[in-house]
């Protein structure tokens, strides 16, 4: 199995940054791709960013491109979102998860998710 522990989250000011931690454990080298999403309340998750795991490929939702980025530390077992120039629009439950195969960055690829971490950003 995979598991996936998050941390990272806040409140932040307008402007400002932030970064996300995910902390993966299990079948790591099953797996192919980690992505971020986010929910806000009453609207439908959304993709933010992926990372092909070996390789390194990222991909970015344009909502966020040039504002966020998805760095890796294999080395830790880790996938970050450094957030920055953050807006209200980027507030939402966060979550990391994992898929083992397809890595579009879309919900039903991933088969494997963290808790969750709330950013608020006011």
């Known amino acids: 199995d995979v598991q996936l522990v998050e941390s990272g989250g806040g409140s932040v000011q307008a402007g400002g940054s932030l970064r996300l931690s995910c902390a993966i454990s299990?079948?790591?080298?099953?797996?192919?791709?980690v992505g971020w999403f986010r929910q806000a309340p009453g609207k439908e998750r959304e993709g933010v960013t992926r990372?092909?795991?070996?390789?390194?490929?990222?991909y970015y939702a344009d909502s966020v491109k040039g504002r966020f980025t998805i760095p890796q530390d294999n080395a830790k077992n880790t996938v970050y979102l450094q957030m920055n120039n953050l807006l209200p629009e980027d507030t939402a439950m966060y979550y990391c998860?994992?898929?083992?195969?397809?890595?579009?960055?879309?919900?039903?690829?991933?088969?494997?998710w963290g808790q969750g971490t709330q950013v608020t950003v006011s």
């Open positions: 998860a994992a898929s083992l195969y397809y890595c579009s960055l879309v919900v039903s690829n991933f088969a494997y």
């Open positions: 299990g079948y790591m080298n099953s797996i192919n791709c």
């Open positions: 990372i092909v795991r070996r390789g390194g490929s990222t």
